[in-house]
């Protein structure tokens, strides 16, 4: 099972390469990243956007373009459709978001006609290396899903157990946040956790075992737990991060990667190849571990 992203990214370069389709690639910090990454030897590439612009900023940065495949498109919207078409045609196995609005990507990506979609429910997680701690933690949904009721958190969870099967962890533990540990009426939260909490004790949830409602303290913290006296088993081992709602797990995730120094990748589940969305301010770092993240995402199951 691997427990930090340095751990990612070193088994997602023994992987059979993927292609890597970037949306908007016109932006120094994405370019960063590609160029770092194909020196890894983590994937080819295929940029898509304002080639001028691509090709002036590559100048600036030293960046040998010839080692990649250029595909010009005017502005956001193009750049979105044209990178969401060649993933979807098979000629990249990977989508990167580049410097575009991430509502514009996923409408490209979620586009009935054209787009990525499957029959499965589209979701969000993060993979968490926080210093300090020597696994990783899963979050969702921190991009897409702002206020999900009980069935979309039930799907939430079976997409970021994919995940975590991606990383070597066979059998998670899902810890459903709330405000309180304790079931009250008046907390809709607390009263979704202990119906997620029956359903996969009744096989609705495979895959996994889940615990809550758990405030996050004991959600992660098996002394804290104890303080509490909680007597649930699974108090304090939780894996993946189930949030009550978008604000919640994105304030989560920033604050981890801010205030805690966090590494940080993040993969779209639910759609015919993984989607790698991060936002525009992430450093490129941050964009190298999500495509390691992608790669073994786009692998898993058929290494």
């Known amino acids: 099972m691997l427990t930090s992203m340095p751990q990612i990214q070193s ?21 960063k990243a590609v160029a770092q990454a194909h020196t890894l ?8 956007g304002e080639q001028e612009v691509i090709q002036a900023r590559a100048l600036d940065l030293r960046i040998d373009l010839d080692q990649f495949q250029l595909v010009q498109a005017q502005g956001e919207a193009q750049g979105a459709k044209v990178a969401v078409e060649i993933a979807a045609s098979g000629q990249a196995q990977i989508l990167l978001k580049g410097f575009v609005d991430s509502s514009i990507l996923l409408q490209a990506v979620l ?40 069935k979309m958190k039930g799907q ?26 304790k079931v009250n009426p008046k907390m809709v939260t607390t009263l979704d956790a202990a119906v997620l909490v029956a359903m996969n004790q009744s096989g ?20 804290a737990a104890k303080r509490k006296g909680m007597g649930d088993p699974l108090a304090g081992k939780a894996d993946i991060l189930l949030a009550p709602d978008l604000a919640a797990a994105n304030i989560l995730y920033k604050g981890m ?11 779209v589940v639910g759609t015919r190849v993984p989607v790698l969305i991060n936002s525009r301010a992430d450093s490129h770092d941050t964009k190298i571990n999500s495509i390691a993240l992608g790669v073994l995402m786009a692998s898993y199951g058929n290494v």
Do not use: W
Request: aromatic share 6%.
């Open 11 to 31: 088994k997602a370069i023994t992987l059979p390469k993927q292609t890597v389709v970037v949306a908007c690639a016109h932006d120094y910090e994405v370019l």
């Open 41 to 48: 030897g983590l994937a080819h590439f295929i940029l898509v």
């Open 111 to 150: 586009d009935k006609e054209a787009g990525l979609r499957t029959d499965a429910m589209v979701s969000h997680t993060v993979v968490l290396d926080i210093p300090g701690f020597d696994k990783l933690y899963l979050l969702t949904d921190a991009a897409m899903n702002i206020s999900p009721d009980l």
């Open 156 to 181: 939430m969870i079976l997409n970021a157990v994919r995940v975590a099967n991606a990383l070597g962890n066979t059998r998670p533990v899902v810890g459903v946040l709330c405000e309180s540990e």
């Open 204 to 223: 609705q949830l495979p895959g996994c075992r889940v615990g809550g409602p758990y405030a996050l303290d004991n959600a992660i913290s098996e002394e």
């Open 257 to 267: 990667m801010y205030f805690a120094r966090a590494a940080a990748a993040g993969v």
